[in-house]
T-cell receptor, first 116, second 110 residues
Framework: GAGVSQSPRYKVAKRGQDVALRCDPI?????LFWYQQALGQGPEFLTY????????KSGLPSDRFFAERPEGSVSTLKIQRTQQEDSAVYLC??????????????FGEGSRLTVL | GESVGLHLPTLSVQEGDNSIINCAYS??????FIWYKQESGKGPQFIID???NMDKRQGQRVTVLLNKTVKHLSLQIAATQPGDSAVYFC?????????WGAGTKLIIKP
């Protein structure tokens, strides 16, 4: 597709369940980011990939959060043993630029996670 | 610490008027700022950016002003249209991490 694609768009999980959120970045984009956006707030950085390398995961809230991008394209954000505070929109963004070089970020529409 | 914030959570303007959305930042070393527009249920969309070696940058119907002295950023939208209704975020580029403000919701009155 032409843009960043995320799936599922909506996910309802019971507390304690594991979830996996998928991101298909724009083809050829080197950089991939995951952000978490709580209701009424700005996005908060979670993690950054340059190709398949996870260069920064300092924003991941706990060790229940795990992200990967094994072939430098599609990325998956996994949340284990979900908690209610994990409820948020998870945004994926990609960029042609590499770390340290500013460039336009293209965002997907997000995956809205609700943990009951 | 580093932070980017907005002065007003909601801005209501008459259709056809100009809109001005403000943003303050605290890190004087920041050298790159971006404005994003986020419509309900969608991801943020890039509007315009500006580097710290510039005071002003213009796009189509939008202008960003940067005042480094007071660490203030503004987004001006000319002739505001119904399609401009959204939440507007300023973001500060810190390395490759974007640090975002809470956003300003722009409401267009008919």
């Amino acid at each position: 597709g032409a843009g960043v694609s995320q799936s599922p768009r909506y996910k309802v999980a019971k507390r304690g369940q594991d979830v996996a959120l998928r991101c298909d970045p724009i083809s050829g984009h080197v950089s991939l980011f995951w952000y978490q956006q709580a209701l009424g707030q700005g996005p908060e950085f979670l993690t950054y990939f340059q190709n398949e390398a996870q260069l920064d995961k300092s924003g991941l809230p706990s060790d229940r959060f795990f992200a990967e991008r094994p072939e430098g394209s599609v990325s998956t954000l996994k949340i284990q043993r979900t908690q209610q505070e994990d409820s948020a929109v998870y945004l994926c963004a990609s960029s042609l630029a590499t770390a340290g070089n500013t460039g336009e970020l293209f965002f997907g529409e997000g995956s809205r996670l609700t943990v009951l | 610490g580093e932070s980017v914030g907005l002065h007003l959570p909601t801005l209501s303007v008459q259709e056809g008027d100009n809109s001005i959305i403000n943003c303050a930042y605290s890190n004087s070393a920041s050298d790159y700022f971006i404005w994003y527009k986020q419509e309900s249920g969608k991801g943020p969309q890039f509007i315009i950016d500006i580097r710290s070696n510039m005071d002003k940058r213009q796009g189509q119907r939008v202008t960003v002003l940067l005042n480094k002295t007071v660490k203030h950023l503004s987004l001006q939208i000319a002739a505001t249209q119904p399609g401009d209704s959204a939440v507007y975020f300023c973001a500060e580029n810190s390395n490759y991490q974007l640090i975002w403000g809470a956003g300003t919701k722009l409401i267009i009155k008919p």
